[in-house]
């Protein structure tokens, strides 16, 4: 087989860890047993992908496999002598630190090599078993879904879907685990998938803790006689009474319409702060009524 590990996974020798990790999860997408079953063709591209991934990510194996592959033989002067190369068993591995991994994934079977490294056979695959890594994903919520939680269903680019249990009261930047999600493993358990939480903003409402703050305009008259509004919540709009003579700015409460902790139970409140608007036109009778109380001993600035 004319592959080196960078071959396998069809990399450049200089590619990135993001890049190496993208082109590994592709390969295993492509053949994966799950997907092949009773396919070894399919099984040995994919543990040949396993083991290349497993090395390439690592800087210090990676390192001392592009050395070898340049020819320089194994740190100090093992096996081969750096001209005269023996097979690649489980020993020389060894002594390149990468012998665990080489029985992992071919339980001691042979890995044959011509001039630097290129040239590889492969012999019996082993029964070690081989977790899968984990994957990092964002999961973006809106305001509401994250204030109150439940389930929201994901769909990735591979067309895989699932539906997450979101933890009511879950801010940005908490991260929600699904175990056996991630990448497949080798003859073991697949690695979990480790969603970031990112909260959109929202229009009308606000976070101070477990408290939510909707700001509600109100006018001139009903902020001087009273009355009642209809005020957005999380769970649908409630009528709210304006106590006469209120200022802008003022908050009101409504009590247990905030958000539930996830840890405690406890859940806060829905603060409604007050802010008095006027039209942009300004019709006669405001104008008549603010010359009727221009002159009130009345200094809100005292």
């Given at each position: 087989?004319?592959?080196?590990?960078?071959?396998?996974?069809?990399?450049?020798?200089?590619?990135?860890?993001?890049?190496?990790?993208?082109?590994?999860?592709?390969?295993?997408?492509?053949?994966?047993?799950?997907?092949?079953?009773?396919?070894?063709?399919?099984?040995?591209?994919?543990?040949?992908?396993?083991?290349?991934?497993?090395?390439?990510?690592?800087?210090?194996?990676?390192?001392?496999?592009?050395?070898?592959?340049?020819?320089?033989?194994?740190?100090?002067?093992?096996?081969?002598?750096?001209?005269?190369?023996?097979?690649?068993?489980?020993?020389?591995?060894?002594?390149?630190?990468?012998?665990?991994?080489?029985?992992?994934?071919?339980?001691?079977?042979?890995?044959?090599?011509?001039?630097?490294?290129?040239?590889?056979?492969?012999?019996?695959?082993?029964?070690?078993?081989?977790?899968?890594?984990?994957?990092?994903?964002?999961?973006?919520?809106?305001?509401?879904?994250?204030?109150?939680?439940?389930?929201?269903?994901?769909?990735?680019?591979?067309?895989?879907?699932?539906?997450?249990?979101?933890?009511?009261?879950?801010?940005?930047?908490?991260?929600?685990?699904?175990?056996?999600?991630?990448?497949p493993g080798v003859g073991g358990p697949a690695g979990d998938l480790v969603l970031e939480v990112e909260v959109e903003s929202?229009r009308t409402f606000e976070r101070e803790g477990l408290n939510v703050v909707v700001k509600v305009p109100i006018t001139f008259?009903e902020a001087v006689l009273g009355g009642e509004v209809s005020v957005p919540t999380l769970t649908g709009s409630v009528s709210?009474?304006?106590?006469?003579?209120?200022?802008?700015?003022?908050?009101?409460?409504?009590?247990?319409?905030?958000?539930?902790?996830?840890?405690?139970?406890?859940?806060?409140?829905?603060?409604?702060?007050?802010?008095?608007?006027?039209?942009?036109?300004?019709?006669?009778?405001?104008?008549?009524?603010?010359?009727?109380?221009?002159?009130?001993?009345?200094?809100?600035?005292?």
């Amino acid at each position: 087989m004319e592959k080196d590990l960078y071959e396998i996974l069809g990399v450049k020798k200089g590619a990135s860890e993001s890049e190496l990790q993208k082109a590994f999860r592709t390969l295993a997408k492509k053949y994966h047993p799950d997907v092949n079953p009773g396919n070894q063709e399919a099984e040995k591209k994919f543990k040949e992908a396993s083991l290349a991934y497993e090395v390439l990510k690592d800087s210090k194996k990676r390192a001392q496999y592009d050395h070898m592959q340049m020819g320089g033989g194994f740190p100090g002067g093992g096996h081969g002598g750096g001209s005269r190369r023996a097979p690649f068993g489980p020993e020389v591995f060894t002594d390149l630190g990468l012998g665990d991994l080489f029985s992992e994934i071919f339980g001691g079977g042979q890995f044959a090599q011509g001039p630097g490294f290129g040239r590889q056979s492969y012999g019996g695959f082993g029964q070690r078993a081989m977790r899968g890594a984990d994957r990092i994903s964002t999961l973006k919520l809106s305001f509401k879904e994250a204030a109150l939680g439940g389930e929201k269903k994901i769909e990735f680019v591979d067309g895989r879907r699932l539906t997450v249990k979101v933890p009511p009261g879950v801010e940005s930047g908490a991260k929600i685990k699904l175990s056996g999600q991630g990448d497949p493993g080798v003859g073991g358990p697949a690695g979990d998938l480790v969603l970031e939480v990112e909260v959109e903003s929202d229009r009308t409402f606000e976070r101070e803790g477990l408290n939510v703050v909707v700001k509600v305009p109100i006018t001139f008259s009903e902020a001087v006689l009273g009355g009642e509004v209809s005020v957005p919540t999380l769970t649908g709009s409630v009528s709210l009474k304006i106590p006469s003579g209120v200022s802008s700015g003022t908050r009101l409460k409504l009590s247990g319409k905030g958000i539930v902790s996830s840890k405690s139970g406890r859940q806060g409140d829905q603060l409604v702060e007050l802010l008095i608007k006027l039209p942009k036109t300004i019709p006669a009778e405001y104008r008549a009524a603010a010359e009727t109380l221009k002159d009130l001993a009345f200094n809100p600035r005292e």
